[in-house]
DNA sequence: CGTCCGTTTGAAGTAGTTCAATTCGAGTGG
DNA sequence: CCACTCGAATTGAACTACTTCAAACGGACG
């Protein structure tokens, strides 16, 4: 599982990014995206099943997700696996690894992702010169938090339906946040694999459980898309609803 | 559960904080210092199962932790209780409702907390004229992700040995480092409840698997009262071993 | 001395796992 | 166009890790 490769230039500049214009994110002031375009250095490509990012790397890269779906995942050293949570355009990947000693979990790609590389360097110059970027990033961090938390909640004290109720549920959710025009088929790009791993259910009954949201009418599942089909529906089984999401930061 | 209730003076003045002088914690530079001292309102005494903050809270106060133990949790409608970390001497508590719009999980006393409370108003003010400070917060909220997770990875995918060896080990490493000096009867101030609710096992089942732990002379059990005997046995039934911790920061 | 909280234990039940096949569709080479 | 392969979904059946129910025990404390 190789690094992401470079993408040949164009690359897009900072001033016409595709995720400004959505209205879910923030907007730049002119001095903030005038140090974020010098921030940045490159565009890249990651295809699906490759690797962004691995467990234990000391420098990485800090990217932030352009377009595509990727996945945090642990690894136990007889291979169970643990899927932590999702990320989606507008998310940042690496972060850990630039503020601690070294990555603790790795990223995978789920569909062909494109992401935005930052220059490392630049990062202390980040917190020193750009307090509102800064605080930006805090921000990120603290709702990352806020996910894992209610993962872990679902993970520990829910049954097996709620939480795949949640999960589809919380995925459509963000997906259609992030991904914002494709209102027509919306398909989240997993396997039952991926689920159960995230759900940390065995694959057999991480299906059983999916047949019986599909046979209520609560989802569709075709290979590799899924789609959810009644929303209030799985909240209601998840006995769960998305926290209110005003304007969000992104760097 | 109400709130904590304000200590009288005498309060510590920073210059004298005792964790300063503890290994574990980097030490402020004189500037630093100054900013910290201003930033600090008062202390705060929470009395064990007194509710420090609650979810749903607004604007909560931003502390840190001078003493004691405490453990964030989230419960769902018909009282299923996850807790999702524990917070010890040095962690912050609050920080998502002063990032965020509101508090998304709620914190409880374990033992009795003494806190340090800061001045919300200057939260930003850290931001834009402290960037070593603003740094360290991201650090500290980098930290707290990269335990949950751990903890995610546990909950869903090991068993309930292996789960209950992790949190006490784990548990154990932290509060060692944390409380310095307390090197003989070290113990985790922990119910069984607490350690169910952690794990996400029912209460009959985590005694007996307590019981295994107790019986196999890895720990011992006193009420409320924990203490590991063999580190290293723990470690190896859980297959985990903490992450090398150089010195930390703390605000 | 009684009460309360935390721990302990046994027994019955069930949600979830593991094992083992089978199906299905898409892609590939002949 | 067909035979083959391969990843993903599906299904049944046996097993077991964990839950729930119910009761009792022990120590601390007023």
Redesign the interface.
Known sequence: MAHPKPIAPPRIPCQHCPLRRRQTFRDFNSEELAFVSRFKIAEMLAEPGMSIIVEGEQNPSLYTVLSGWGF?H?I??DG???I?NYVLPGDMIG??GN???EM??SVEALTRVTLCTFEREKF?TL??DH??L??D???I??????M??????S????SARERAAYLLAFLDTRSRAAMEGNTGDHQLPLTQQHVA?T??LSLVHTNKTLRKLIDGGLIRWRDRGTQVIDQEGLYRVA?WRP??E?ERPFI
């Open positions: 945090r642990k136990l050293e169970r696996r643990q932590l972060l850990q503020v601690m000693a603790q979990h202390h917190f020193r307090p509102s800064a605080f990033i805090t921000w961090a603290s709702r990352e938090e806020s894992l938390d209610e993962h872990l909640l993970v520990g004290r829910r791993d759900l940390g006995g926290p209110a005003s």
